[in-house]
Nanobody, 111 residues
Framework: QLQASGGGLVQAGGSLGLSCAAN??????MGWYRQPPGKERELVAT???????DSTNSVKGRFTISRDNHKNTVALQMNSLKPEDTAVYYC?????????WGQGTQVTVSS
């Protein structure tokens, strides 16, 4: 259902982008979660079909989530990356309370 791309290795202060494409279903929510090494999976940001955004405080002002309802994609532009942003990032979508997860993509920020 969800195909994520992007990520990689970047130095602190750098930028990376993530993209996720969904097939067919128009999801109520789309977005991103991440799982840092040794920690629980956590919300990064989500966006509704209407464009309402929810994001964790630690990424506000640095990460931008966007969505293209026609192409059924969601993107995450990550700027001013910090070593603590290092994690496996997962594309997420929800439709009628059912959740879907994409494969994880690694983001590593070196200091």
């Amino acid at each position: 259902q969800l195909q994520a791309s992007g990520g990689g290795l970047v130095q602190a202060g750098g930028s990376l982008g993530l993209s996720c494409a969904a097939n067919r279903t128009i999801f109520d929510f789309m977005g991103w979660y991440r799982q840092p090494p040794g920690k629980e999976r956590e919300l990064v940001a989500t966006i509704t079909r209407a464009g309402r955004i929810d994001s964790t405080n630690s990424v506000k002002g640095r990460f931008t989530i966007s969505r293209d309802n026609h192409k059924n994609t969601v993107a995450l532009q990550m700027n001013s990356l910090k070593p603590e942003d290092t994690a496996v990032y997962y594309c997420y979508a929800r439709f009628n309370l059912k959740e879907y997860w994409g494969q994880g993509t690694q983001v590593t920020v070196s200091s």
